[in-house]
């Protein structure tokens, strides 16, 4: 359902963009990271018409989502990496709007999950 790409290593300062193809209709998409031994959390989410975008504090200023819905896919760009970025990325979609702004940022809102992908950033 969702295919996430991008992935990669890169150096500090440095830049990278995800892009997560779904293979069917879907409404709000967003990305979660897990980096190793933390619990998977909330990067940032767009609603089906790109008017509302939502981003973790963390992010914020850094990094830019957007869509393209001809091409049912959306990206992630990711500005002024740090090490702390170093996460599994993973693609997340919905089936139905989402209603609430504050479920924007809750796992349990999504339906479908990509396999993930490993950003790992160096210094």
């Known amino acids: 359902q969702l295919q996430a790409s991008g992935g990669g290593l890169v150096q500090v300062g440095g830049s990278l963009r995800l892009s997560c193809a779904a293979s069917?209709?879907?409404?709000?998409m967003g990305w979660f990271r897990q980096a190793p031994g933390k619990e998977r959390e909330f990067v940032s989410a767009?609603?089906?018409?790109?008017?509302?975008?939502y981003y973790a504090d963390s992010v914020k200023g850094r990094f830019t989502i957007s869509r393209d819905n001809a091409k049912n896919t959306v990206y992630l760009q990711m500005n002024s990496l740090k090490p702390e970025d170093t996460a599994v990325y993973y693609c997340?979609?919905?089936?139905?709007?989402?209603?609430?702004?504050?479920?924007?940022?809750?796992?349990?809102?999504?339906?479908?999950w990509g396999q993930g992908t490993l950003v790992t950033v160096s210094s």
């Open positions: 069917g209709r879907t409404f709000t």
């Open positions: 767009i609603n089906w018409s790109g008017s509302n975008t």
């Open positions: 997340t979609a919905t089936k139905v709007p989402t209603s609430y702004s504050g479920n924007y940022y809750l796992e349990r809102t999504y339906d479908y």
